[in-house]
């Protein structure tokens, strides 16, 4: 991997953003001396798949990059600890979800609206309501 290669890759990994032991540096060619062994791996494995993807594929994930450094630094957090969530889900779990989310994009924005509605109504309820609700529906099955 030459250092360009080094430098955009690290940059989509979020690695120029990486302490490197109390201070950060800019010069990539120190940022890479100072990766373990192990992170070394990581990154050259990760670059041998950005390196596969198409063209199109390689643009999104460079504009999402950019999309997120210019972000909030609370919101890059946020963003990186649900990331962490969804890594620690099962796999079993993770699939309901990407289910879930293959449904909401194939409802209308008539449908979304009426669901975001329910939902909102539902929580609005209090833990006594839901818990009759949940009961009575029970009784259906």
């Known amino acids: 991997m030459n250092r360009r290669e080094f ?3 690290s940059a ?11 201070q950060e540096t800019n010069s990539g060619a120190s940022r890479w001396d100072s990766l373990s062994p192990e992170q070394k791996r990581l990154v050259k494995a990760r670059w041998e798949k950005f390196k596969n993807l198409s063209p199109e ?3 999104k994930l460079i504009e999402a990059h ?5 972000l909030p630094k609370a919101r890059q957090d946020k963003i990186r600890e ?4 969804w890594k620690a889900l099962p ?15 194939r409802m209308s924005p008539t449908q979304r609206e009426r669901y975001r509605n329910r939902f909102q109504r539902w929580q609005s309820l209090t833990p006594e309501q ?12």
């Open 57 to 59: 594929q390689k643009e």
């Open 12 to 22: 989509l990994l979020g690695l120029t953003s990486m302490k490197v032991g109390a």
């Open 130 to 141: 839901r818990a009759r609700i949940r009961r009575r529906l029970r009784q259906f099955r």
């Open 7 to 9: 430098l955009i890759y």
């Open 66 to 70: 950019k999309r997120f450094r210019a």
């Open 91 to 105: 796999d079993e779990q993770k699939q309901r979800l990407r289910r879930s989310l293959a449904r909401w994009r």
């Open 82 to 85: 649900r990331l962490k969530r």
